[in-house]
């Protein structure tokens, strides 16, 4: 989380649609809106999470009726996903953007190499060999 007397960011996991997915999120004050805070930050956010995680996807979502959100998500490179009836009964819309080198992190855990990532909006995670530390 990051936050400024201006911006408030974060990246956490987010029940999206009933699925945990790792998610952007930005509050920005009325008075610095359209400035470009948010969509500068939103990008940092993509790349530390593509350069630091294992997840092959990233999520934002927003009221459906949130403008200005879906433009930062747009400017992020996420592209539209769908809409779904959130937690508190509205509908709210879902964006998202891959990976461009289509890693995965690779783990070797007590000799066995472990897969993680992300596809569309299921989880996975792939084990068995051994081998290869590090991203792949």
């Not at 610095?32 to 999470?49: D, H, N, S």
């Amino acid at each position: 989380i990051m936050e400024t007397e201006r911006l408030r960011l974060r990246i956490t996991m987010q029940q999206i649609d009933r699925v945990i997915l790792p998610e952007i999120g930005y509050h920005i004050r009325r008075d610095c809106q359209r400035q470009g805070y948010a969509r500068e930050a939103a990008r940092a956010c993509r790349e530390w999470i593509f350069e630091h995680t294992p997840f092959l996807e990233v999520y934002s979502y927003m009221k459906q009726d949130n403008l200005p959100s879906a433009a930062v998500a747009r400017a992020n490179g996420m592209e539209y996903r769908g809409a779904f009836t959130d937690g508190e009964g509205e509908t709210s819309v879902c964006y998202a953007i891959r990976r461009a080198d289509g890693k995965v992190l690779v783990l070797v855990v007590s000799g066995q190499k472990l897969l993680f990532g992300f596809f569309g909006f299921a989880a996975f995670i792939l084990m068995k060999s051994d081998a290869l530390v590090g991203v792949s």
